[in-house]
Nanobody, 124 residues
Framework: QVHLVESGGGSVPAGGSLRLSCLASEYSFDLYSMAWFRQRPGEKRDIVAA???????NYRESVQGRFTISRDNSKNTLYLQMNRLKPEDTAIYYC??????????????????WGQGTQVTVSS
């Protein structure tokens, strides 16, 4: 059973930084590609960044250059470093694992398990 637990959310002023973490409780973390999604108020959940098993990454255009996705397979942990935060980054952020193993560093929307989410609020 996949169990993903996010942490690191909070409230920051515009221009600030946060680092989200996601601990995956499974033995074979390194075999799965991962991603971060977010759901802004009144909108559908959408992908923010993805990282494959080989370390390749992709980002949605609005966060390119500000956010960095990374993983530490020795700790079964996924990260999202968020810099120069904007009020429009306010959302619930979800860690996600691909349902199938393999390298998939792309911004797909389907085929994921999600965690429970962590709130990020950026004030202007």
């Amino acid at each position: 059973q996949v169990h993903l637990v996010e942490s690191g959310g909070g409230s920051v002023p515009a221009g600030g930084s946060l680092r989200l973490s996601c601990l995956a409780s499974e033995y074979s973390f390194d075999l799965y590609s991962m991603a971060w999604f977010r759901q802004r108020p009144g909108e559908k959940r959408d992908i923010v960044a993805a990282i494959g098993t080989k370390g390749g990454t992709n980002y949605r255009e609005s966060v390119q250059g500000r956010f960095t996705i990374s993983r530490d397979n020795s700790k079964n942990t996924l990260y999202l470093q968020m810099n120069r935060l904007k009020p429009e980054d306010t959302a619930i952020y979800y860690c996600a694992r691909r349902t199938s193993s393999g390298d998939y560093p792309f911004l797909g929307l389907l085929g994921y398990y999600w965690g429970q989410g962590t709130q990020v609020t950026v004030s202007s």
